[in-house]
């Protein structure tokens, strides 16, 4: 969950960063211990690197102990879909011309189709086929005040140890018996002596812990001197609360109702690392629900299974989510209960997205501090109350990133390896791909480019002559493309096309007049409605 102070605890490896945001090596630290989370059954309510450096961190798999679920991850190590995505253009690493920023990635042009997937199928479920939900695209840059008064300027650090000869920084929760540490006992300065800690790069001596905040600066202003420091925000949610008046009065919305956002976040992470699941620059999705005070507990309880029903809806395997709630001393100060959807990573099981009962501590804090009324009137018991927030929190790119894995499979085809992303259609980056048998018949592609432009019209679609027609399927198989239609010299004679699926490798032969309705009709009843 969003972690203003006590920061919540994470499993796995320290990983290093330099003093003074340099290149990060790869550090290979004791492995950590894994938690125990705690499973929840939940009640559905009835209605509601600018320096040189490796330019990617793979970290090994860091459970020791034996997975409490016994689960397997989709895939057994990180470098399989890294490479992939290189390899494919999903994901590339930032500035890498000039050896790469740390933990900041690029999206190449099918990463930016799945991305963008990904976003719109979230924005689908959470605003678009609800009534009780509107959404919002507040800026990055915000009045500095908002982060004083949201504690993120005291608060929103991560207890950090520096070594005092080669000066790398760690995270002191992910030292091997600190995990099950709160806040307090991961600030203690006897820590270090205590648990035994060295660096784990070099064996060094490491300080005691102090905090570090995560919030990145900036100057707003001509001049550097004067201008006011202002923060690139660590989270979408303050946005929301500081237009929740605005909304609710131009959209007329009576509580319960709900304000979604997508974008832009930023935090300086001491320990990012593991490919695009921790990154300086990432993108949330977070939505806000304003609720009567005595109904957050239902809410919350609705908004559950909810949310882990979403990552399944579009193609994530059920046993490779799960629930964990935050123990008491986990709970950052604001939150009455919160829980995450996890993610069987291929580094062990890690948050996907928080959900959050955030009681009245956000729209009070800053009706208190701004000195502005944003309470709420209900007409109906003539009650003036503090709207209760029950908050979904998650990451578009680490949502992205699950989909990816979870996705990937390895098959043998008459004894040759397939490699398929089976990926749902909707997050598919192609929808599908229009091939010729025989590119050397110019009625042939003409045919093929007719039926892609039609195509377009409506969907992502990509024309490939550029290899053999059993290449072509495999290159759309690996990037999860779900349908395939070739034209060959029968096509020119009867007018039908052949359609090939992904994942069950039949083929149809259809007319090429109907290629656009069978693939719009086949999109449509894959989509995924009332989540
Ligand atoms: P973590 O424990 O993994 O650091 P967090 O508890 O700090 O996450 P929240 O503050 O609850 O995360 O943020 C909500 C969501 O935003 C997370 O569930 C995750 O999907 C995403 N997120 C948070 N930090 C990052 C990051 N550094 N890189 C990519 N996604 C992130």
């Not at 499973?39 to 090994?60: D, K, M, N, Q």
């Not at 001197?225 to 605005?246: F, W």
């Not at 996705?407 to 749902?424: D, F, N, S």
Request: aromatic letters at 10%; glycine letters at 8%.
């Amino acid at each position: 969950m969003r972690s203003i102070v006590p920061r919540r605890h994470r499993a796995g490896d320290p990983r290093p960063t330099r003093t003074g945001g340099g290149s990060p090596a790869l550090g290979r630290p004791k492995p950590s211990v894994a938690p125990n989370p705690a499973t929840i059954r939940a009640t559905v309510l009835p209605s509601a690197h600018a320096t040189r450096g490796p330019l990617v961190e793979l970290h090994p798999v860091t459970d020791p102990k034996p997975d409490p679920n016994a689960v397997a991850p989709s895939v057994r190590d990180l470098e399989t879909i890294v490479g992939l995505s290189k390899r494919r253009g999903f994901v590339f690493p930032s500035s890498e011309i000039y050896g790469g920023i740390n933990a900041v990635w690029d999206y190449g042009p099918l990463g930016v189709e799945l991305k963008n997937n990904v976003k719109r199928a979230w924005w689908r479920a959470m605003v678009q086929e609800r009534d009780d939900i509107v959404g919002l695209d507040s800026g990055i840059l915000m009045h500095p005040q908002i982060w004083v008064t949201s504690g993120h300027v005291a608060e929103f650090n991560d207890p950090m140890v520096e070594c005092a000869t080669c000066k790398r920084r760690f995270r002191v929760d992910e030292f091997a018996g600190a995990e099950d540490l709160g806040p307090k006992e991961l600030l203690d300065p006897g820590i270090v002596a205590r648990l035994g800690l060295a660096c784990p790069n070099d064996g060094g001596p490491l300080n005691a812990p102090r905090r570090f905040n995560l919030m990145l600066k900036t100057f707003l202003g001509p001049v550097e001197d004067e201008a006011a420091v202002v923060y690139l925000r660590p989270e979408t949610a303050q946005g929301i609360y500081v237009n929740y008046r605005n909304v609710r009065d131009t959209a007329r919305k009576k509580v319960p109702f709900g304000i979604a956002q997508v974008g832009k976040a930023f935090r300086n992470e001491i320990s990012p690392g593991n490919f695009v699941f921790r990154m300086r620059e990432f993108e949330q999705m977070e939505m806000q629900y304003f609720v009567r005070p005595e109904t957050a507990a239902d809410y919350f309880d609705a908004w559950m299974p909810r949310r882990k029903a979403w990552y399944e809806a579009y193609g994530v395997s059920p046993e490779r989510l799960r629930f964990r709630e935050h123990r008491p001393d986990e709970l950052a100060h604001y939150a009455k209960k919160a829980v995450d959807v996890e993610y069987r990573f291929p580094f062990g099981w890690k948050e996907l997205e928080g959900i959050h009962n955030r009681g009245d501590w956000d729209l009070g804090r800053h009706s208190k501090e701004s000195g502005e009324n944003l309470e709420y009137f209900d007409p109906a018991t003539e009650e003036h109350f503090i709207p209760w927030i029950v908050e979904t929190s998650a990451g578009a790119d680490r949502a992205a990133f699950t989909f990816l894995i979870d996705a990937y499979r390895e098959e043998e085809v008459r004894g040759e390896k397939r490699v398929v992303l089976g990926l749902h259609p909707d997050l598919a980056p192609y929808k599908v791909a229009v091939l010729p048998l025989l590119k050397k018949r110019p009625e042939i592609v003409a045919m093929c480019h007719r039926i892609k432009s039609d195509l377009k019209r409506q969907t992502m679609a990509v024309y490939d002559d550029t290899a053999a027609i059993g290449k072509l399927y495999r290159r759309q198989d690996e990037i999860g493309t779900p349908w395939c239609v070739t034209v060959d010299v029968d096509s020119l004679e009867d007018g039908n096309v052949t359609v090939r699926d992904r994942d069950a490798m039949t083929q149809e032969r259809i007319s090429a007049d109907q290629v656009t309705r069978y693939i719009t009709d086949k999109l449509d009843a894959a989509r995924p409605r009332g989540l």
